[in-house]
C-alpha cells in the first residue's frame, strides 16, 4: 500500500513497512522518554498516555491481570471449559494479542505518513476517518474482506459484552435482590431488558461524543477509565485467592476504595498534593490544569487499596472461614503449555528489542 505510487520504496507489504520505519521512526518507540522543561505539549500528552518504564512498574500489568483474570468476558468462556482447554484458549488468545500492533496502530501509522505527504486530502480538517481512508488503497475485493471482517469483529464484540451484561444483572443483581423467586422465563427477560436499557444508554453517551472519547482515542479512553475500577477489582481478586485472611468486609472496602482512590488521583490530586511529591509527578495537560499518567493513577490506587484491605483483615481471624481454597495442582502445566508461553514470552522480548 505505501509502496511505489507512494513513497518509491518499492511495492509490497515488506517495502511499506519499511516506508513507515523510515517516515515515522518515532510512532515505532514502545518506550515513551520522560518529559523535559523543554519538550512539547504534544511529547507531554503521549507520556501521560503511556508513561515509559514507569508505566510497567505501575499500571500496565493491573490492567492486563485484571483483564485476564477478572474480566467476566474472559472468565465466563474459561470457566465453561476444563483447565488445560482454557488454558490453551487463553495463551492462544494471548498469541492473537500481539497481533493487535498490526491490525490497529499500523494502520494509523501509515495514514499518518500517507497524510503527511499529501496523499489523504480527504482527511483535511477532521482525522476521524483515517482508518476508511487508508481501506481507499486496498483493491476492490480486499476492501469488501476488509469490511466484513471489521463487521465481524464488532457485531462479534459487541454480542459478547451483550451477554455480560445480561448474565451479571440477571444474575448478580436481579435474581439476589429483587427477584428471588423469578423463573427462568422471568430472567430470561429481564436480561434482554437490561441489554436494552445498557444499548440506549450507550447511545446517549456517545451522541454528539458527550464523553470526550473522540478528544483522546476510544483505545485510550477505554484504557483509562476502565482504570477506575481495575484496581479495587484487582486487588479483591488477588488478596481473596492467595490470602485466607483476607475477609470479606476487607473485600467491599477495597473495591469502593480503589475507585475513589482512582478518581482523587486521576482528577484532584495535583490540584489538593501538588504537582511533584514522592509519589508522582504531575504534567500540564494543555488545557491549563495538570494530570499524573493514568498508568501511575492506577499503579498508587492499588498500592494503597491493598494496604488498607491487609489492615482490616489483620483485625480478623486468622483464617477466614469462608476462604478460598487453592489447590497448588492448578499451578502445574503441560509442557505444551509451557512451550506456548515461552513463545509468547520470546514473541514479546523481541518486540522490545526492536522497538524500545
Known amino acids: 500500500m505505501v509502496g511505489d505510487n507512494y513513497t518509491g520504496v518499492g511495492s509490497g507489504a515488506i517495502a511499506g513497512f519499511k516506508a513507515l520505519l523510515h517516515n515515522a521512526p518515532e510512532h515505532f518507540k514502545m518506550i515513551i522518554p520522560r518529559p523535559t522543561a523543554s519538550s512539547t505539549q504534544n511529547e507531554v500528552n503521549k507520556y501521560l498516555t503511556f508513561p515509559g518504564l514507569a508505566s510497567y512498574a505501575a499500571g500496565i500489568w493491573i490492567i492486563n491481570l485484571n483483564y485476564w483474570g477478572c474480566n467476566q468476558y474472559i472468565t465466563q468462556r474459561a470457566l465453561g471449559a476444563d483447565l488445560q482447554t482454557a488454558r490453551t484458549g487463553i495463551l492462544f488468545a494471548a498469541f492473537l494479542k500481539l497481533m493487535m500492533p498490526i491490525i490497529v496502530m499500523l494502520p494509523g501509522i501509515a495514514a499518518f505518513v500517507l497524510y503527511k505527504d499529501g496523499h489523504l486530502p480527504q482527511l483535511v480538517g477532521g482525522k476521524d476517518g483515517a482508518y476508511s481512508a487508508v481501506l481507499t488503497f486496498l483493491p476492490t475485493g480486499l476492501k469488501g474482506l476488509s469490511v466484513a471482517a471489521l463487521t465481524a469483529a464488532i457485531v462479534a464484540s459487541l454480542a459478547g459484552k451483550v ?58 479512553y477505554i484504557q483509562k477509565y476502565t482504570g477506575f475500577i481495575s484496581p479495587g477489582v484487582f486487588a479483591m481478586f488477588f488478596l481473596g485467592m492467595f490470602w485466607k485472611r483476607t475477609t470479606g468486609l476487607a473485600a467491599i472496602v477495597g473495591v469502593i476504595l480503589g475507585f475513589v482512590l482512582s478518581v482523587f488521583f486521576n482528577e484532584f490530586a ?6 511533584e511529591n514522592i509519589l508522582y509527578t504531575a504534567y500540564p495537560n494543555g488545557n491549563g490544569g495538570y494530570e499524573i499518567p493514568f498508568h501511575i493513577c492506577m499503579g498508587l490506587s492499588f498500592l494503597f487499596t491493598m494496604i488498607v484491605m491487609i489492615a482490616i483483615s489483620l483485625g480478623g481471624p486468622k483464617v477466614n472461614a469462608k476462604a478460598f481454597e487453592l489447590d497448588t495442582e492448578m499451578f502445574k502445566v503441560r509442557p505444551q503449555t509451557l512451550a506456548l508461553i515461552v513463545v509468547i514470552l520470546l514473541l514479546i522480548a523481541a518486540l522490545y528489542v526492536k522497538f524500545w
Do not use: C
Open 163 to 220: 451477554n455480560s451484561i445480561s448474565t451479571i444483572y440477571t444474575l448478580d443483581v436481579h435474581k439476589k435482590y429483587f427477584g428471588k423467586q423469578a423463573d427462568e422465563k422471568k430472567l430470561v427477560y429481564t436480561g434482554r431488558a437490561a441489554v436494552f436499557v445498557a444499548m440506549i444508554l450507550a447511545v446517549i453517551f456517545t451522541w454528539n461524543d458527550i464523553l470526550g472519547i473522540g478528544g483522546v482515542g476510544g483505545f485510550t
Open 270 to 275: 495535583p490540584a489538593v498534593m501538588g504537582h
